[in-house]
């Protein structure tokens, strides 16, 4: 837990899943910087109404949460952080309205006054979102966008300029920027690219992707090679795919394990929905199970044959081994006595000192130049 001093207040803020000696921050210069600008400007009264995107632990929420404010997060570790942050604070954890990145952003027929959008990697979710912020704009709103100068490029600037209206950026203040943008009813912006679709290769299936998953446009090298080693079996009863995207890996397990009940987990919101949205599709009246929550929360334990995972090492712009290792660690927790993870990988990142750490036993399935998968059986 670390200490926010800004205008609006001393906030005490932890990043989530909250871990022991944590060295990271739950906020950057850029939602420094943003709300220093809002008192500056005056630009905060009783009665705004503020939108917020992509907080990613809560820290404007906290900030803000004396106004009418709704959040709109794609992660359910954002959301979980801001209640976490909120109830830290001693502040109301529903002073906060928070909606999901593919919910309506706010009542039909009302604007907001404030739409404050941290800058994310993803041109596509920002779109994506750019689009849905639109209905709910006068040309009273005043839309702010907040990010590190490095993730602010050409592209960014023309997302806003083609779909919102008149675009420009402050100074750069501790590697931060904030972009300034105003609605133009007169704009008519071409149609949302999102959600997109493409055949799976070597298949019938369709792929449905939001703006927010991993590879949206083709089959990624990494998954490929997964999904070229799926094992089948008949013991294989309950199958989860872990981290599972836009389902790919899920699915053709499926497809390899006609027996199994597959279960779909992700903290994207989005993932879930075009995980859903695959299988279905691929498997009409077929069961499944799809979970917007936290590595395997929910997930009963001593109840899993197979999990397969292709871990993320990075949590924002914060890189390190610490969502692979929560993941592993439920991954044991979830399986049966002889239940197997499947794990695939970067060749240099060593999940295999902590898989054998963890489970006492480590094989490698198969490996390329780049990539190898891994299996460890809960003995």
């Not at 004396?66 to 954002?78: G, Q, W």
């Not at 806003?160 to 105003?182: C, M, P, Q, V």
């Not at 610490?322 to 049966?336: D, G, N, P, R």
Request: proline fraction near 4%; charged fraction near 20%; include cysteine.
């Amino acid at each position: 837990m670390k200490t926010l001093a800004v205008p609006q207040g001393t906030f005490e803020l932890s990043r989530f899943p909250v871990r022991p000696q944590e060295t990271l921050r739950a906020w950057d210069a850029a939602d420094e910087y943003l709300l220093n600008y809002l008192h500056d400007e005056q630009l905060l009264h009783t009665d705004s109404r503020i939108l917020i995107l992509n907080d990613s632990f809560g820290t404007l929420a906290c900030a803000l949460s004396a106004y009418h404010t709704v959040a709109i997060s794609d992660s359910f570790i954002a959301r979980q952080g801001m209640s976490v942050n909120l109830r830290q604070n001693q502040l109301n954890t529903d002073s906060v309205e928070f909606r999901h990145s593919l919910m309506d952003y706010g009542t039909h027929g009302q604007t907001f006054d404030l739409v404050l959008l941290k800058v994310t990697k993803s041109l596509g979710q920002l779109e994506d979102q750019l689009h849905r912020i639109r209905p709910y704009l006068s040309q009273q709103s005043q839309i702010i966008a907040a990010g590190m100068v490095k993730g602010i490029h050409t592209s960014t600037l023309q997302l806003f300029e083609t779909i919102i209206g008149e675009t420009k950026t402050s100074l750069a203040r501790k590697k931060a920027r904030l972009i300034f943008s105003r609605l133009n009813p007169a704009i008519n912006p071409p149609a949302n690219s999102y959600p997109k679709s493409y055949t799976l290769e070597n298949t019938a299936y369709v792929i449905l992707n939001h703006a927010n998953v991993f590879s949206r446009e083709k089959l990624d090298i990494g998954t490929r090679f997964l999904i070229e080693h799926l094992p089948a079996n008949s013991r294989y009863q309950q199958i989860v795919d872990l981290g599972c995207g836009n389902g790919v890996v899920g699915l053709m397990a499926a497809t390899a394990n006609p027996q199994a009940t597959l279960h779909f987990v992700d903290e994207s919101y989005m993932a879930v929905a075009s995980a859903e949205d695959n299988f279905k599709r691929a498997f009409p009246g077929r069961k499944a199970r799809f979970n917007v929550t936290d590595c395997l929360q929910g997930i009963s334990p001593d109840s899993c044959d197979l999990i397969l995972n292709n871990p993320p090492f990075h949590q924002q712009n914060a890189i390190g081994d610490f969502i692979a290792w929560q993941m592993f660690t439920e991954s044991k927790a979830a399986l049966k006595q002889s239940g197997e993870l499947w794990v695939i990988g970067n060749r240099h990142l060593n999940y295999h000192l902590k898989l054998k750490k963890l489970f006492g036993n480590c094989t490698t399935v198969a490996s390329n130049s780049k990539f190898v998968i891994l299996q460890s059986i809960k003995r």
